[in-house]
């Protein structure tokens, strides 16, 4: 069994996500796990030369074969989430998400907004810094996918 990890070497926008698509397809990858949350997106044109962007799932949902899994450092934000799964048409044989994953909230969002991260950090003010922040900080109010903290 061979193993492919896709690791960005500068702050994004780097083609990770084409390149994980384009390696998912070419070499029949059976599991596609995509780390940290969605405040970046990835691209990949599909046959029909459409351009589909996600920024919740990896981009092996190119292959209908692959497993797509978010892993418990992951950080999801449930409404994007839930809409790929539905622009995608993935069923739960396709997703996978760790118990131990944690959920970002409006809170997270808003605390970024009034902590000018935006201006102060180029934020897209999605909530996963602070989410990473209350995390490391095992702060009380952690939400888990799994419901439990």
């Known amino acids: 069994m061979s193993v492919w990890v896709v690791v960005g ?48 799932l990896p981009t092996g949902f190119v292959r209908p074969q692959t497993r797509l899994l978010i892993p418990a450092g992951g950080l999801i934000d449930l409404a994007v989430l839930r809409s790929e799964i539905e622009m995608l048409r993935l069923g739960p044989d396709r997703v996978g998400v760790d118990h131990n994953a944690m959920t970002i909230t409006e809170a997270d969002r808003v605390s970024e907004q009034q902590l000018g991260l935006r201006e102060r950090l180029s934020s897209t003010l999605c909530g996963v810094g602070s989410a990473v922040a209350r995390r490391a900080l095992r702060a009380s109010d952690v939400r888990l996918a799994g419901g439990r903290r």
């Open 9 to 56: 070497g500068q702050f994004g926008s780097e083609g990770k996500g084409k390149v994980s698509a384009i390696i998912t397809l070419q070499e029949g990858i059976d599991l596609c796990i995509r780390c940290g949350g969605p405040n970046s997106g990835h691209s990949f044109e599909n046959e029909a030369g459409k351009l589909v962007l996600v920024r919740q």
